[in-house]
């Protein structure tokens, strides 16, 4: 019956085994699962705009074929992560779809511009260290295929991270206008990247059930804290400020207390009207249209060979 269903379902859960895709698993489930893969999905495959803005201007060979390869990988986790969510029985063309239709969402940090080549470094420092420190407990995610895919893609995540690391380093030891090109970027990038972990908990109306079914393990506000702790010497080593005077070691917790982000530039963002939205869809819709006859060879190839194989 359901009911002996819903009881196996909550004891695989609660005893954090995985949620395998032939298991019985409650609808909501399913559709949370959908949403938030899906939009993971598009973020990765979306978040190859702002950096890819730089391939052709990158300063050397050497840190073009880094950057290459950073947003190639970005592709890689997005297509990954479409397959996670095909396990739930969604058609990845229905995904892409719902994309460039603005049916499902993507992370709103990508709607912002890349105005210079240091935002090439902020963006793996920054961006991408967020991104790993939402993304190392979701590799315990209680449905395996999204669990597993979070493992390899935060191994280069982390890559991703150093190498963003690694160039500010280098900027930072060059000149005077280097430096402040570095803090610049900084300055743009530091609020955008908190809202990267989502609303306030008070306000973030998936999470008290998500956390519950084991899909997320901490809140938005943990996993921000656990950011803004973690950044705050990496700055200090880069030899950068934050642009927030509420930043402060409080002795007592033990942790940093920050400012508020702007919530309402969030809310903007998220509906479509951030700075880069409109452009970021129509460039992803153009490159699905101009592919549409490689899907097109793909499918007569595929059929041919099938039919062959028959006869
Ligand atoms: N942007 O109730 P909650 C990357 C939406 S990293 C846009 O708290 P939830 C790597 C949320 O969907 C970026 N929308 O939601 C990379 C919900 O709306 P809905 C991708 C946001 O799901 C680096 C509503 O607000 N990472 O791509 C955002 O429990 C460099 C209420 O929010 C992931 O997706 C936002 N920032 O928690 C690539 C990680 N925050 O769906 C290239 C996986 C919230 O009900 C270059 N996702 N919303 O219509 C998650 O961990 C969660 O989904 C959260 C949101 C934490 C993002």
């Known amino acids: 019956t359901t009911a ?5 379902f909550d004891r695989i859960v609660q005893s954090d085994q995985r949620i395998e895709p032939r298991d019985w698993m409650p609808d909501g489930y399913r559709k949370t699962l959908i949403r938030q893969i899906a939009q993971h999905a598009h973020s990765e495959i979306i978040g190859m705009q702002p950096e890819g803005n730089w391939l052709t201007r990158a300063p050397s060979l050497r840190r073009k074929a880094i950057l290459m390869a950073k947003v190639q990988d970005e592709a890689g986790h997005g297509l ?6 095909e396990t739930l029985g969604v058609d990845r063309a229905e995904l892409t779809e719902n994309l460039i239709e603005g049916r499902q969402k993507y992370s709103s940090i990508f709607n912002y511009p890349t105005l210079s080549y240091a935002d090439v470094g902020v963006i ?16 315990r995610s209680s449905y395996g295929p999204y669990g597993r895919a979070m493992i390899r893609v935060c191994k280069e995540e982390s890559f991703h991270q150093r190498q963003g690391f690694e160039m500010l380093m280098t900027m930072m030891s060059g000149t005077q206008a280097q430096r402040e090109m570095v803090q610049e970027s900084v300055n743009r990038w530091w609020w955008p990247a908190l809202m990267m972990f989502g609303p306030p908990d008070d306000r973030s109306p998936n999470s008290a059930q998500s956390m519950a079914w084991r899909i997320k393990r901490h809140t938005n506000d943990e996993l921000r804290q656990r950011f803004v702790d973690m950044s705050v010497p990496q700055a200090e080593v880069l030899g950068v400020t934050f642009p927030d005077p509420d930043l402060a070691w409080n002795a007592d917790r033990g942790a940093y ?13 998220v509906k479509g009207n951030g700075a880069t939205s409109v452009e970021r869809i129509a460039n992803r819709r153009a490159a699905h249209e101009n592919g549409a ?5 793909a499918g007569a190839f595929a059929a041919r060979t099938a039919a062959s194989e028959k006869e």
């Open 257 to 269: 207390d920050f400012g508020e982000p702007d919530w309402d530039e969030f809310m903007q963002v």
């Open 124 to 139: 793996g420092w920054l961006v991408d260290g967020a991104a790993i420190c939402n993304q190392v407990p979701l590799c």
């Open 80 to 85: 990954y992560l479409y397959s996670a969510t």
């Open 293 to 297: 006859w490689v899907r097109a060879a």
């Open 4 to 8: 002996d269903l819903e009881t196996e």
